[in-house]
């Protein structure tokens, strides 16, 4: 039986009147052993949320002396602003990619906090008058909540569920310190992909936009070609310059673009399976990713923000925690010799950088060099949970909530698959 954090009797309890807790749990139990008989939560189990649970305890639980109920009659009015509201404009991310809250309808699919498909079975209409808060997650994910949405997390490592206006009140105080766990991988099907997902991401590093290459440092070659050609075949190679060669693939053609500024990570991909996912991952550190020997940090690098963006979000579909960073872009002085020598010079532009943690449970690349940096899972580590960066009162601009039939009742919001509580 879950159990209210802490229970306080109703005012109206009389001064001769005691609580009875185990006539109040008996009460409790038995309702939440009934299941419901109609619509979309037929033969599903009753689950008393807070609210509920304290009407029931009230009634069933004040005695008088005599060791009768003192109440035996109550009339129960619910306000209809008891909804977990979000602005319209969060995005919610489905198998399809991504709709908002203010699309989003009734049979619609989303995830749970465990990757697991999940249905809409309800939603509310437009509010715009209860209390609305802006809380910024130090990862970069920004949500617009309403004072009683609710959140599922860890207070000082113990569970406990809380509303964002109490997370606003607690977050101005010494002791604070609540924490959400990430999310699961997201679970979808094996997709048809207009080429191996590990080609694609090394092509979106290391592959020319207008022409079916890609360029692979000489050392290299063997574990590239080798991942390559489980699902693909080199038509051609020939030697470049900096101690790489550049190898043609005609099956690189339907990707192939106007411009290199034109390179992000189609959708179909985003939203593949896991193993999909995870091979594109793949190929996307071993073309311009790295793992540090120090605490296992994998980066993957970009000019590019939007791609970026894109590897930030496959992360998150993976169930890894990231961030993105940026810094002024360099390169080599000169190509032709190792650039611990020859030094680096600044090119004008930004170097967006992705950083996350590798754990050896995941093979988040494919050449043997750069998984042996990566360490031990520790559960415990922050890089499993995601926390709160600042918490502010804004105006209502529109807020909804929905219900969904996921056994937690969460689901998942954000382009950081952040997990929360529904209605």
């Known amino acids: 039986m879950r159990k209210l954090k802490k229970y306080k009797p109703t005012k109206f309890k009389a001064r001769t009147s005691h609580y009875d807790k185990e006539a109040a749990d008996y009460a409790v139990n038995f309702i939440q052993c009934l299941c419901h008989t109609k619509g979309t939560w037929a033969g599903k189990p009753f689950e008393l949320i807070d609210w509920q649970e304290q009407i029931v305890r009230d009634l069933f639980g004040i005695k008088k002396k005599n060791g009768y109920r003192q109440f035996n009659t109550a009339y129960i009015e619910i306000g209809k602003k008891m909804g977990k509201q979000v602005a319209l404009n969060t995005l919610i991310p489905t198998p399809k990619g991504f709709t908002t809250m203010g699309e989003i309808k009734v049979g619609d ?41 609710q959140w599922i997390g860890e207070k000082h490592q113990k569970p406990i569920m809380m509303t964002t206006g109490d997370l606003y009140r607690y977050f101005q105080t010494k002791s604070y310190n609540f924490r959400i766990a990430v999310n699961g991988a997201l679970e979808a099907p094996e997709a048809e992909l207009p080429i191996d997902p590990y080609l694609m991401g090394y092509w979106l590093g290391n592959g020319h936009a207008t022409k079916p290459e890609i360029t692979v440092k000489t050392s290299d070659v063997p574990e590239v070609l080798f991942n390559v050609q489980q699902n693909t075949v080199v038509n051609n190679a020939w030697l470049n310059v900096g101690d790489s060669l550049i190898f043609k693939i005609n099956e690189l053609k339907p990707v192939l673009l106007k411009s290199f500024h034109d390179k992000v990570i189609p959708i179909e991909y985003l939203r593949a399976s896991k193993e999909q996912r995870l091979r594109l991952l793949q190929g996307l550190m071993d073309s311009d990713g790295c793992i540090s020997g120090v605490k296992g940090q994998g980066v993957y690098y970009s000019t590019e923000k939007r791609l970026a963006e894109t590897v930030s979000e496959l992360l998150w579909t993976l169930g890894i925690k990231n961030a993105i960073t940026s810094t002024p872009s360099t390169q080599p002085a000169n190509r032709d010799v190792p650039s611990q020598e020859c030094g680096r010079v600044a090119t004008g532009e930004t170097c967006y950088m992705v950083k996350f943690t590798c754990f ?30 600042s918490i502010e009162k804004i105006e209502n601009r529109g807020m909804q909530c929905i219900q969904v039939d996921s056994p937690s009742h969460q689901y998942l919001i954000g382009k950081s698959c952040l997990p929360t509580h529904n209605s």
């Not at 498909?117 to 997650?137: G, L, M, N, T």
Request: with cysteine; proline share 4%; net charge negative.
């Open 109 to 149: 699919t989303v995830f749970d906090e465990t990757g697991s498909p999940c249905h809409v079975v309800a939603k509310s209409q437009v509010d715009f008058d209860e209390q609305a808060y802006r809380i910024v997650f130090k990862d970069g994910e920004v949500i617009e909540a309403g004072e009683n949405h």
């Open 360 to 389: 050896d449970d995941v093979k988040v690349a494919g050449l043997s060099r750069k998984l042996k940096n990566r360490i031990p899972r520790n559960p415990t580590t922050r890089s499993h949970f995601r926390y709160i960066d």
